[in-house]
């Protein structure tokens, strides 16, 4: 059904209007008559092919197509030769390379010659970042198009289309419509197999969802673990967790885990975001996520994920603080900056009378003896002046060690004026 469905210009072609519209990337150069390399990368199911074929048809180029999973350097050579030839007659072509990240490198730079003399113009498909997949020297010689996942009411107007082409209605209630385009997560070619399946069931009457379910196979979530869905996801739920917002935190966590991520890998994020987000503002969160991941250790999946998720919460809800980090950060900085200066004497122990003649230990003062905790003596290097690098926030836990260190500044001001 995808095939006998698949539009027979680009005007047909549903959810890419801010591509192929007049005002679209795709829409004036057609009306100028003139095409561009391009990679076009989206999801599964949005009509990378498509536009691919329409777009030689609209600019009247010959179409070739090849595979980057099943062609290699015999077969790159071979359609360069017979592009060579075309062009010789006057006949351009357009090459379009499905899954074009699967080249390697040597294999990408076969394309620069024949792309920069004009033999081929070349339509690379991908579902993958081009960014991390492409060489360079491709990408400058390519525009770059996103295409949009489709949306519900994209995918609605594929379903009156199979309608219309079947001449009958789906035998689905509006619960079971609304599930059936879930399922199909934005693909439009498998919303169309999805429609294959429910029309072979042959049902006199709609089904319902529940009864759906068992007639269809559900589309496995879109999710690589090794490459940028990956990268994404766990952006989402650092970031949900940062911007203290619980909901998105577990929808993000529930995403991944859907789609089959190490729960361990998350859980070890979880405790990176208690120490880098949080910090002091809320030493628990740390206690926390450590016991989430024994407690993942202890049960496994699935009653361990529910750790995870009680110590996403908690991250999410807890007050955030960077200043432990920044406070980190910036003193490695000065240790590098600083170099091997020596601490002051009076912090040094004297374990042998020759140390104890040098100095070492001398005058040092031992601050719980002292009537405020507090004696105020200087622990940087001598030819160091004192410097600041904890600035500890006003939120949770931090806001009384602040005070506490306020505190202390004042103090040590007081006995440095002292005689």
């Known amino acids: 059904m995808a095939d006998r469905l698949r539009p027979k210009s680009l005007s047909e072609v549903v959810g890419q209007d801010h591509l192929l519209g007049a005002e679209g990337v795709i829409g004036r150069m057609i009306a100028a008559g003139r095409l561009t390399s391009l990679i076009l990368w989206g ?8 536009i691919a074929r329409l777009l030689s048809q609209g600019v009247k180029l010959h179409f070739e197509q ?17 592009a060579r030839a075309r062009r010789s007659q006057g006949k351009g072509t357009l090459l379009f390379v499905d899954e074009v990240h699967r080249f390697n490198r040597a294999q990408q730079d076969s394309f620069l010659p024949v792309m920069e003399d004009g033999t081929i113009t070349l339509v690379g498909a991908t579902t993958e970042n081009p960014s991390f997949e492409l060489n360079a020297a491709v990408l400058s010689r390519a525009q770059v198009l ?11 107007q594929l379903l009156q289309r199979a309608e219309a082409l079947t001449k009958q209605a789906l035998p689905l209630d509006d619960d079971a419509r609304t599930a059936l385009k879930a399922m199909a997560d934005g693909d439009g070619r498998f919303l169309l197999n999805l429609v294959e399946q429910v029309l072979s069931q042959k049902s006199v009457k709609p089904l319902t969802t529940a009864e759906l379910a068992l007639a269809v196979q559900k589309r496995a979530p879109i999710y690589d673990k090794g ?30 885990l859907a789609g089959g991520e190490e729960p361990l890998y998350i859980a070890r994020r979880v405790v990176r975001m208690a120490v880098e987000d949080i910090g002091l503002a809320d030493p628990q969160a740390l206690a926390v996520t450590i016991a989430a991941k024994d407690a993942f250790d202890f ?20 007050p955030k603080s960077n200043a432990a980090y920044s406070a980190f950060g910036a003193a490695k900085e000065a240790a590098a900056r600083t170099g091997s200066l020596s601490p002051p004497l009076h912090i040094l ?15 040092y003062v031992y601050d719980p003896d002292t009537p405020e905790g507090f004696s105020g003596q200087n622990y940087f290097p001598d030819e160091m002046p004192r410097e600041r690098y904890y600035r500890p926030t006003t939120y949770g836990l931090e806001n009384e060690i602040k005070d506490r260190l ?14």
């Open 227 to 256: 490459r940028e869905g990956h990268y994404n996801l766990i952006s989402a739920l650092h970031k949900s967790v940062r911007g203290s917002d619980p909901d998105a935190a577990l929808y993000w966590l529930a995403r991944m």
């Open 146 to 156: 996103v295409l949009n996942r489709l949306t519900i009411d994209h995918l609605e």
């Open 406 to 419: 306020d505190r202390w500044v004042d103090l040590r001001g007081t006995k440095a004026r002292e005689p």
């Open 299 to 318: 049960l496994g999946s699935p009653e361990g994920e529910l750790a995870i998720a009680q110590a996403v919460l908690y991250v999410a809800t807890a």
């Open 349 to 363: 122990n004297a374990p042998t009378r020759l140390m104890k003649d040098l100095g070492y230990g001398k005058a």
């Open 66 to 82: 090849l595979s980057a999973i099943f062609s290699g350097v015999a077969e790159l050579r071979k359609v360069f030769e017979m």
């Open 43 to 50: 999801p599964p199911g949005t009509g990378k092919t498509t």
